[in-house]
């Protein structure tokens, strides 16, 4: 460190006198600017009592904010005032020096850096093969508990719902839904008993008709669903095949489930086939059916429900 | 005092030899080299307000009765983390000016940062010496943007859990590997065994606002190594910076922007709404409102999202999302990729490998400036894409018309943009004396009843830009009187 300070020639510092023209403030009128500063820094202050007391007296949030910040912003006005018209203006000028080095010094390093490195790793190979593998073998087993801890393997979970056959439908205060419950052009977000509130199982129970037993059954125009459907009532998985979002806008004059999240439509008397959005497959179907007055699901969902995933067939 | 305090540490750092060269680094005066500053005291503002919401947010989903003050909510079963949100809100003193100035800060922030890349971008700044900053600019965007959304995802609120919902079907759209993704991530099957909350309070909290951090220091240290770029001008060269020197005038005024900056911070908290959490009530799986909008800075994800045809490809027993894994997926890494190499593919147009330290003028680059601003204009289009419902609404018409319009127009009106801002840079190119600061005239009228024009008097630091830069000065002569000639010594009377 004492051999580079003496060598450094050393610069006559730059003195300047306080009435050069850089030395100058920058408001051609400083006692107004000042005056301005000090108003602003007053207010400044008030406001940072003010913001004191409404703590203290109200706690009430808009006059909090507009307190404290009337505060810091006459402040903060204040000191910019300060520095930009009351400090000298320049302008001011600093030499920028190349920090790259010379030709040589970076022959040198580079030099250092393969020959020293050459010697000591070509003369023991063994040793720094060794340590490659230690590493690579430290590298992988490092992330089995970083990783592999985080969760269970996927597994069948994401091709399975809780709907069994005979599962009862539920809403989610458990409560049974009783084939009366719904008018024509209502909707009710249904489980399967036990699982009132789970997400993969939320599925969307719409009546579309006041049918009898004896009636022919709602037509869907989706084959081989014909005795899908129960007393004009339908159901489908209440998770979007976009994103997952809850289905859960129902346009009775259309008779169509929206989704709000990217406003994908599904034709619910066609199968809920998507006709709109970037959804790309149909809402799966529930199969449902009335026992002892109540419904109940005729089987469990026949495909994988929601979004797309590299597994699902 | 102040003599001691510099010899103490100058003998166990020797802080006399750079400070003295700290103090003077010069600053060069222009308006746009601000923008950065605003993220940065963001940034302050954000971790200032983090910790006082840390003291009262609890991280967990555990499910409990909610007894606070909020009438509507009384007795409800909600999540811890819902519920103390809603407390720090209501019941913590400030709590709600706070926390409504943190999430504002977190908009602001990225907003500075997305104005501020533009401004290095249609300037040249990001040219040799400077890509390394550039690309660390770039990852704290990209941080930036998934650490907003990790911390608007906490509250477990209705709007927020729809957007984890999103952002776990995202994941799950990665072939081969989603589903697996997904299940180590939030401990299962969506919604996970609870654990999601805490993790991305961990991530929000300490992760990645140390990465972050630590990215703004070498962001400034690299500022400070290779110095400011600065506009071509009167005594300005490649080999020099002029402006004003860090101490005093650059400390005074960017503390004052810093006191402005969080006062209008605390202004928006406190009287501009934002998140009322309270009104989306607990996130429940199954249920959702009407309006699910993301933070503005997730908007041109939540667009692409909208308008992407469902192309899902389904064979050989697998499927592949692409309508979620091409717009969520594909095309952010896509565009952090090429917003990462910009510098460099910039290089294989121009072929030139020189050092910069002079700006460009954004007219003197018309294609690049063509280019950008056609870039800005795409992802403008597509923020513009995540709200397709809410303008059929509007505009009264089909959701059918919007969303193919946009599906034109995303493309369609940056290659307008492109060609029209070209058209532009060139006309200005041609233009007189376009980009200098223009006299005011001052029209009189005689007694006599003539007319004459003068040039209106210089506006203050007009006459600084005439004087020719001197490098900063001591003060150890303090009186005119007392000043000696000699070298280095400038003396001008007035």
């Known amino acids: 460190m004492s051999d580079e300070s003496t060598v450094k020639p050393t610069a006559p510092l730059p003195v300047a006198a306080l009435d050069d023209p850089h030395q100058l403030p920058y408001a051609r009128h400083p006692g107004r600017a000042q005056a301005v500063a000090v108003v602003a820094m007053i207010i400044g202050i008030l406001g940072c009592i003010g913001f004191g007391i409404t703590y203290w007296v109200s706690d009430q949030t808009q006059w909090e904010a507009v307190t404290l910040g009337v505060g810091l912003l006459g402040l903060g006005f204040g000191v910019t005032a300060w520095g930009k018209y009351l400090m000298a203006q320049g302008p001011f000028v600093e030499e920028r020096h190349p920090f790259n080095s010379s030709d040589e010094e970076v022959k040198e390093i580079t030099a250092a850096i393969t020959q020293r490195g050459g010697i000591v790793v070509g003369r023991r190979k063994l040793l720094g093969g060794l340590f490659a593998i230690g590493s690579l073998a430290f590298g992988v087993v490092a992330a089995f508990p970083l990783i592999r801890s985080l969760g269970p393997k996927p597994g069948r979970m994401l091709f399975v719902t809780n709907w069994r056959r005979n599962s009862q439908l539920v809403t989610v205060d458990g409560r049974p839904v009783h084939k009366n419950d719904l008018e024509v052009g209502g909707v009710l977000t249904v489980f399967p008993r036990g699982f009132a509130g789970s997400s993969p199982d939320q599925t969307i129970l719409l009546r579309i008709e006041e049918l009898g037993p004896e009636d022919p059954p709602l037509s869907l125009a989706s084959p081989g669903r014909s005795d899908w459907t129960a007393l004009g009532y339908v159901a489908y998985s209440k998770m979007c095949t976009h994103l997952g979002c809850p289905v859960g806008l129902y346009q009775e004059q259309t008779v169509e489930l929206v989704c709000p999240c990217h406003q994908s439509i599904f034709n619910v008397l066609a199968g809920a086939v998507p006709e709109f959005g970037p959804a790309p497959r149909p809402l799966p179907q529930l199969p449902i059916k009335v026992q002892n007055g109540f419904l109940v699901a005729q089987d469990g969902y026949n495909q994988p429900i929601g979004p797309g995933f590299w597994e699902r067939p | ?494």
């Open chain 2, 1 to 494: 005092m102040i003599d001691e305090s510099v010899r103490w540490l100058d003998d166990r750092l020797g802080i006399a030899k750079g400070g003295r060269t700290l103090l003077d680094k010069i600053f060069p005066d222009h308006w746009s080299f601000m923008l950065g500053e605003i993220a940065l005291y963001s940034f302050v503002v954000l971790i200032a307000t983090g910790v006082f919401l840390s003291l009262y947010f609890v991280p967990s989903a555990h499910e409990v009765v909610y007894h606070g003050s909020y009438l509507p909510l009384r007795g409800q079963r909600v999540s811890e983390a819902y519920s103390s949100t809603v407390g720090l809100s209501f019941d913590v003193k400030s709590g709600l000016l706070i926390r409504q100035t943190h999430h504002w800060a977190a908009d602001v922030f990225l907003g500075s940062i997305a104005v501020h890349m533009a401004r290095i971008f249609f300037t040249g700044a990001f040219r040799k010496p400077r890509e390394l900053n550039w690309i660390v600019g770039v990852t704290m965007l990209m941080l930036g943007i998934v650490n907003g959304f990790l911390g608007y995802s906490l509250p477990d609120d209705l709007v927020s859990g729809t957007g984890i919902r999103i952002a776990y079907s995202i994941i799950e759209s990665v072939p081969l590997v989603g589903s697996y993704l997904g299940f180590f991530l939030f401990g299962g099957n969506y919604p996970g065994n609870g654990v999601i909350i805490p993790r991305f309070y961990i991530l929000h909290v300490l992760i990645l606002p140390v990465i972050i951090g630590g990215l703004i220091a070498v962001h400034l240290g690299l500022l400070v190594k290779q110095k400011h770029t600065q506009f071509p001008g009167k005594g300005k060269t490649e080999d020099n910076v002029v402006g004003t020197p860090m101490f005093p005038t650059f400390i005074a005024k960017t503390t004052g922007f810093m006191f402005m900056t969080s006062a209008v911070l605390l202004l928006l908290g406190g009287l501009a709404q934002i998140n009322p959490i309270w009104q989306f009530g607990q996130y429940e799986p199954y249920q959702i409102s009407y309006a699910v909008q993301p933070d503005w800075y997730m908007g041109w994800l939540d667009g692409a999202l909208r308008i992407m045809p469902s192309w899902e490809w389904v064979g050989w027993g697998h499927t592949l999302p692409l309508e979620v894994f091409l717009p969520a997926v594909v095309f952010p890494g896509l565009t952090f990729g090429f917003f990462w190499g910009w510098p460099h593919i910039e290089k294989r147009f121009t072929k030139d490998l020189a050092t910069h330290n002079l700006l460009d003028r954004p007219r003197d680059r018309p294609k690049r400036t063509a280019f950008g601003a056609a870039m800005l204009m795409f992802y403008f289009m597509l923020f513009a894409a995540s709200s397709t419902d809410v303008m059929a609404n509007f505009f009264d018409v089909s959701l059918n018309v919007v969303l193919w319009t946009f599906r034109v127009i995303v493309f369609v009106i940056p290659i307008i943009t492109y060609f029209v801002t070209y058209q532009i840079c060139n006309e200005m190119r041609a233009a007189e004396g376009i980009g200098k600061r223009k006299r005011a005239m001052v029209v009189s009228r005689s007694d006599t009843g003539a007319y004459s024009t003068v040039t209106a008097e210089p506006r203050p630091g007009d006459d600084a830009h005439e004087l020719d830069a001197i490098p900063v000065p001591t003060y150890i002569n303090l009186t005119p009187e007392e000043l000696e000639t000699g070298p280095g010594v400038r003396r001008v009377m007035r």
